[in-house]
């Protein structure tokens, strides 16, 4: 893992920034969750770091602190992002992102470090399933949209995939570990249980979110034009119902293991180009001239 501080600028990037209606509006609904989302995910990480053993878990307090690295500028460059929808074009939309934030802060000052860890961990392991099939599967709904928006998710969601083990291992070592018992109980039960809980709130909320949008947009349409965008919402969430369907299957394992499962071709490629120095990254800083002693 590295943490990357990508270069991009969403100047002059309309709120459609694709061809395809549907799926922008649906990735846009899912970048309004990541500015609440992922904070909320490094302050459980930070508290689960304090269970820690700093000797016996000290490459994963290392793992940890890359993980917070690379999710803070993540959230950051979806805060810039989503400036060029949140200009009141959707009258809904704050109502909706002020109710998802509720949610996240009362999770995190009413629950269990324990569940916490596995809303995080459920995020994590059910969207690193969406994360791969952004690049194997989804292209298809990329044509015809701005290259600053495609970057974006490429680098974020490579990252992801990239971290897709150190939740599950942050929670297994601080829930699961100390018994067979504990280990069946929260290293299986549970760890589902908050998987499905994590998928059915971020869900719920990103097509509430998506409707909205849709229809404001719909608005000026003729209704055959309304017709066929309807036909290709249901189309493109079968696509992705398919897609993903057997990656969802693989969280059943009671011998899941993220660690174990291949990244996506081309990640590393992808991933080079945010470094320093690479095409979308900072410039790449001169090693500094040493004095004499």
């Given at each position: 893992?590295?943490?990357?501080?990508?270069?991009?600028?969403?100047?002059?990037?309309?709120?459609?920034?694709?061809?395809?209606?549907?799926?922008v509006?649906?990735?846009?609904?899912?970048?309004?969750?990541?500015p609440?989302?992922?904070?909320?995910?490094?302050?459980?990480?930070?508290?689960?770091?304090?269970?820690?053993?700093?000797?016996?878990?000290?490459?994963?307090?290392?793992?940890?602190?890359?993980?917070?690295?690379?999710e803070?500028?993540?959230?950051?460059?979806?805060?810039?992002?989503?400036?060029?929808?949140?200009?009141?074009?959707?009258?809904?939309?704050?109502?909706?992102?002020?109710?998802?934030?509720?949610?996240?802060?009362?999770?995190?000052?009413?629950?269990?470090?324990?569940?916490?860890?596995g809303?995080?961990?459920?995020?994590?392991?059910?969207?690193?399933?969406?994360?791969?099939?952004?690049?194997?599967?989804?292209?298809?709904?990329?044509?015809g949209?701005?290259?600053?928006?495609?970057?974006?998710?490429?680098?974020?969601?490579?990252e992801?995939?990239?971290?897709?083990?150190?939740?599950?291992?942050v929670?297994?070592?601080?829930?699961?570990?100390?018994?067979?018992?504990?280990?069946?109980?929260?290293?299986?039960?549970?760890?589902?249980?908050?998987?499905?809980?994590?998928?059915?709130h971020?869900?719920?909320?990103?097509?509430?979110?998506?409707?909205?949008?849709?229809?404001?947009?719909r608005?000026?349409?003729?209704?055959?034009?309304v017709?066929?965008?309807?036909?290709?919402?249901?189309?493109?969430?079968?696509?992705?119902?398919?897609?993903?369907?057997?990656?969802?299957?693989?969280?059943?394992?009671?011998?899941?293991?993220?660690?174990?499962?291949?990244?996506?071709?081309?990640?590393?490629?992808?991933?080079?180009?945010?470094?320093?120095?690479?095409?979308?990254?900072p410039?790449?800083?001169?090693?500094?001239?040493?004095e004499?002693?």
């Amino acid at each position: 893992m590295e943490i990357r501080h990508p270069r991009i600028n969403f100047e002059g990037v309309p709120a459609i920034w694709g061809a395809d209606l549907e799926y922008v509006c649906l990735t846009n609904a899912n970048s309004t969750t990541l500015p609440t989302l992922e904070p909320f995910m490094i302050s459980v990480f930070n508290k689960a770091k304090q269970q820690l053993d700093p000797v016996k878990d000290a490459e994963l307090i290392k793992d940890i602190a890359l993980f917070c690295g690379q999710e803070a500028q993540h959230y950051r460059q979806h805060i810039r992002f989503n400036k060029i929808f949140q200009d009141g074009r959707y009258p809904r939309l704050e109502e909706m992102e002020k109710g998802f934030a509720a949610d996240m802060k009362g999770f995190l000052a009413e629950k269990s470090l324990a569940f916490c860890l596995g809303y995080s961990e459920g995020f994590e392991s059910t969207g690193s399933v969406f994360f791969r099939a952004w690049f194997e599967v989804l292209p298809q709904f990329r044509i015809g949209a701005r290259d600053e928006v495609l970057r974006m998710w490429d680098w974020h969601n490579a990252e992801e995939f990239e971290h897709r083990e150190v939740a599950f291992k942050v929670y297994m070592a601080t829930c699961a570990r100390g018994s067979l018992w504990k280990r069946i109980k929260y290293g299986y039960f549970y760890r589902l249980y908050l998987a499905a809980f994590a998928l059915k709130h971020m869900f719920t909320y990103t097509m509430r979110v998506q409707r909205h949008m849709l229809d404001v947009e719909r608005a000026n349409m003729t209704p055959e034009a309304v017709k066929a965008s309807e036909k290709h919402f249901k189309e493109m969430h079968k696509i992705i119902r398919k897609a993903t369907t057997p990656g969802m299957l693989r969280l059943l394992s009671p011998f899941y293991n993220p660690a174990k499962i291949d990244p996506p071709k081309g990640m590393d490629l992808i991933l080079e180009r945010f470094l320093p120095g690479g095409q979308y990254g900072p410039p790449k800083r001169s090693p500094a001239t040493q004095e004499p002693a």
